[in-house]
C-alpha cells in the first residue's frame, strides 16, 4: 500500500540520520512552565564543592595514617629519620594535601587517556609521561613549601635538597600518581555497574508496569464494554462468533498473563497476539475494518519485545476508525534492511469520500512504547509517528536486528 509523502514528526531518533538516511526528526520538548529536578538542576559549584570536600577528607585520612605509621615504626626501622609526632604529622599532611591539590587533574587525565581498545599504544605512554611531571611537581612543590617554611640552617642548597628527595621519594609518588589512577577508573567502573544495576532494575520494574497496563489498556472498561456489546446481541443473532469472540477475549487474558514482559519472543509470538486484538475488534466494527499483513518471511523469527506492536495497533484504532466515519485499513509491516528490523503500523481511510478526521493524534500509545525502547535499546532504536495524512497516519518503530533464538533467553537489563 503507498501513500502520499508527509514529513514524519519523529518522537525520538537515537540513531544518527546519516546513518539510515532520513530526514532530521523533530524531538519533543517539556512546556516551559515545567520545573527540572534531579542532578541536571544541582548547582554546579556545589557538585564541584562537595568533591572537592571529599578528595580533602580521604587525603586527610590518608596523611593520618601515614603520620601514625611513621611515628610509631619510625624508631625502630630508621632511628635516624625518626621524627616526633608533631614534625610526622605536619610532614605527612603536607605531601597529603599536595596530592589532593593535585587529584583532580590527574583524574581527569585517568578519564580522558584510558587505555581502550585500540588506544593503549597512544594512551599508555601518556600517562607515564604524565605521571612522571605530576610526581616531579609534587616533588618541586613539597621542596619549595619546606624550603620557604623551615629553611635548612646549614647549606647545601635547593638544588641538593630536590636531588636528594627526587632520590628518597621519586618512585614513591611515581606509584602514588599510579594508585590515583587506578582508583579513578576503579570509581568509574563501579559507577558504571551501579548504573547498569539500576538501569536493569528500573527495566524490570517497567516492563513489568508496562505488562499490566497492557492488561489495562486492552482491558479497560471501554474495550470490555465494546466487547461484550459486541457478544451479546451475537448470542441471539450469531451465537458461533458470539462464542468466538469469548474465546478470542481469553486467548487475550491467556498470553498477557502467561508470556514474560521483561524479556523478548519471536515476531511470530507477537503477531499472534495482535491478531486476536485484531479479529477482536473486527467483530465489533464488522465490515469497516480490514487488517492486513504484510511480514516478510526472514523477520518472523527476529527478536522484538513482548507486547511491543499492541500501543501501536490501539493508536490505529484510536487515531483512526474511532474518530472517522467509513470503513478503514490496518496494515502491519515488517522486513529487515541494513542490520535492523522495521516494523510499521499503518492506517488508512478506504472510503476517500467520507469527511477525514480532524482530531489531533493521540501519540499516547507510542510515548509508553518509547520509554521501553529507551530502556531496552539505548541509542540504537528510532520510534516516528507521521503526521496526520489525508487518509490515514503510520507509526514506525526501527530495532537492532537480532534472532529469537539467541536473545529470548537473554534476562532482562542484558537487553542494552
Same mark, same amino acid.
Given at each position: 500500500?503507498?501513500?502520499?509523502?508527509?514529513?514524519?514528526?519523529?518522537?525520538?531518533? &537515537?540513531?544518527?540520520?546519516?546513518?539510515?538516511?532520513?530526514?532530521?526528526?523533530?524531538?519533543?520538548?517539556?512546556?516551559?512552565?515545567?520545573?527540572?529536578?534531579?542532578?541536571?538542576?544541582?548547582?554546579? %559549584?556545589?557538585?564541584?564543592?562537595?568533591?572537592?570536600?571529599?578528595?580533602?577528607?580521604?587525603?586527610?585520612?590518608?596523611?593520618?595514617?601515614?603520620?601514625?605509621?611513621?611515628?610509631?615504626?619510625?624508631?625502630?626501622?630508621?632511628?635516624?629519620?625518626?621524627?616526633?609526632?608533631?614534625?610526622?604529622?605536619?610532614?605527612?599532611?603536607?605531601?597529603?594535601?599536595?596530592?589532593?591539590?593535585?587529584?583532580?587533574?590527574?583524574?581527569?587525565?585517568?578519564?580522558?587517556?584510558?587505555?581502550?581498545?585500540?588506544?593503549?599504544?597512544?594512551?599508555?605512554?601518556?600517562?607515564?609521561?604524565?605521571?612522571?611531571?605530576?610526581?616531579? +611537581?609534587?616533588?618541586?612543590?613539597?621542596?619549595?613549601?619546606?624550603?620557604?617554611?623551615?629553611?635548612?640552617?646549614?647549606?647545601?642548597?635547593?638544588?641538593?635538597?630536590?636531588?636528594?628527595?627526587?632520590?628518597?621519594?621519586?618512585?614513591?609518588?611515581?606509584?602514588?600518581?599510579?594508585?590515583?589512577?587506578?582508583?579513578?577508573?576503579?570509581?568509574?567502573?563501579?559507577?558504571?555497574?551501579? &548504573?547498569?544495576?539500576?538501569? #536493569?532494575?528500573?527495566?524490570?520494574?517497567?516492563?513489568?508496569?508496562?505488562?499490566? !497496563?497492557?492488561?489495562?489498556?486492552?482491558?479497560?472498561?471501554?474495550?470490555?464494554?465494546?466487547?461484550?456489546?459486541?457478544?451479546?446481541?451475537?448470542?441471539?443473532? !450469531?451465537?458461533?462468533?458470539?462464542?468466538?469472540?469469548?474465546?478470542?477475549?481469553?486467548?487475550?487474558?491467556?498470553?498477557?498473563?502467561?508470556?514474560?514482559?521483561?524479556?523478548?519472543?519471536?515476531?511470530?509470538? !507477537?503477531?499472534?497476539?495482535? %491478531? +486476536?486484538?485484531?479479529?477482536?475488534?473486527?467483530?465489533?466494527?464488522?465490515?469497516?475494518?480490514?487488517? =492486513?499483513?504484510?511480514?516478510?518471511? &526472514?523477520?518472523?523469527?527476529?527478536?522484538?519485545?513482548?507486547?511491543?506492536?499492541?500501543?501501536?495497533?490501539?493508536? #490505529?484504532?484510536?487515531?483512526?476508525?474511532?474518530? =472517522?466515519?467509513?470503513?478503514?485499513?490496518?496494515?502491519? %509491516?515488517?522486513?529487515?534492511?541494513?542490520?535492523?528490523?522495521?516494523?510499521?503500523?499503518?492506517?488508512?481511510?478506504?472510503?476517500?469520500?467520507?469527511?477525514?478526521?480532524?482530531?489531533?493524534?493521540?501519540?499516547?500509545?507510542?510515548?509508553?512504547?518509547?520509554?521501553? +525502547?529507551?530502556?531496552?535499546?539505548?541509542?540504537?532504536? %528510532?520510534?516516528?509517528?507521521?503526521?496526520?495524512?489525508?487518509?490515514?497516519?503510520?507509526?514506525?518503530?526501527?530495532?537492532?536486528?537480532?534472532?529469537?533464538?539467541? #536473545?529470548?533467553?537473554?534476562?532482562?537489563?542484558?537487553?542494552?
Amino acid at each position: 500500500m503507498t501513500t502520499a509523502a508527509s514529513p514524519r514528526i519523529s518522537i525520538v531518533r &537515537e540513531e544518527s540520520d546519516a546513518s539510515r538516511g532520513a530526514a532530521p526528526a523533530v524531538s519533543f520538548q517539556p512546556p516551559p512552565h515545567a520545573i527540572v529536578t534531579g542532578p541536571q538542576a544541582a548547582p554546579g %559549584r556545589l557538585r564541584v564543592s562537595r568533591r572537592a570536600l571529599e578528595i580533602f577528607a580521604i587525603w586527610t585520612v590518608v596523611g593520618l595514617f601515614i603520620a601514625a605509621q611513621r611515628y610509631l615504626r619510625g624508631p625502630s626501622l630508621q632511628p635516624r629519620l625518626a621524627l616526633p609526632l608533631a614534625e610526622s604529622l605536619a610532614a605527612s599532611l603536607v605531601t597529603a594535601y599536595l596530592w589532593a591539590a593535585l587529584t583532580p587533574a590527574i583524574m581527569r587525565l585517568a578519564r580522558r587517556f584510558r587505555p581502550r581498545q585500540g588506544r593503549r599504544l597512544t594512551t599508555i605512554p601518556v600517562l607515564l609521561v604524565c605521571g612522571a611531571a605530576a610526581a616531579l +611537581l609534587h616533588l618541586l612543590a613539597t621542596n619549595v613549601f619546606w624550603h620557604v617554611v623551615d629553611p635548612p640552617e646549614f647549606g647545601g642548597g635547593f638544588a641538593a635538597m630536590f636531588a636528594a628527595t627526587l632520590a628518597f621519594g621519586g618512585a614513591a609518588r611515581l606509584a602514588t600518581y599510579i594508585g590515583i589512577v587506578g582508583v579513578t577508573w576503579g570509581i568509574d567502573d563501579y559507577r558504571t555497574y551501579r &548504573e547498569k544495576e539500576l538501569q #536493569a532494575s528500573e527495566l524490570e520494574r517497567e516492563l513489568v508496569q508496562t505488562q499490566l !497496563e497492557a492488561l489495562k489498556l486492552r482491558l479497560h472498561p471501554p474495550f470490555l464494554f465494546n466487547t461484550l456489546a459486541t457478544i451479546l446481541p451475537l448470542i441471539r443473532t !450469531e451465537p458461533r462468533a458470539a462464542a468466538r469472540t469469548v474465546v478470542q477475549l481469553g486467548d487475550i487474558l491467556r498470553l498477557a498473563l502467561h508470556n514474560d514482559a521483561t524479556g523478548l519472543v519471536p515476531l511470530k509470538t !507477537e503477531l499472534e497476539y495482535i %491478531r +486476536l486484538y485484531l479479529q477482536i475488534e473486527q467483530t465489533r466494527l464488522q465490515d469497516r475494518l480490514e487488517v =492486513r499483513f504484510a511480514i516478510a518471511p &526472514e523477520a518472523l523469527d527476529a527478536a522484538v519485545p513482548n507486547l511491543i506492536l499492541l500501543p501501536l495497533a490501539e493508536s #490505529a484504532i484510536a487515531n483512526g476508525i474511532s474518530v =472517522r466515519p467509513g470503513r478503514a485499513a490496518i496494515e502491519i %509491516r515488517a522486513w529487515p534492511d541494513d542490520g535492523g528490523l522495521h516494523l510499521e503500523v499503518h492506517e488508512a481511510a478506504l472510503d476517500l469520500e467520507e469527511v477525514p478526521a480532524t482530531v489531533p493524534i493521540d501519540d499516547s500509545f507510542v510515548r509508553k512504547t518509547k520509554l521501553r +525502547l529507551d530502556l531496552l535499546y539505548p541509542g540504537t532504536h %528510532r520510534i516516528a509517528i507521521t503526521d496526520r495524512l489525508d487518509n490515514g497516519h503510520e507509526v514506525s518503530i526501527t530495532l537492532p536486528l537480532e534472532q529469537a533464538s539467541a #536473545a529470548v533467553a537473554r534476562p532482562a537489563g542484558a537487553l542494552a
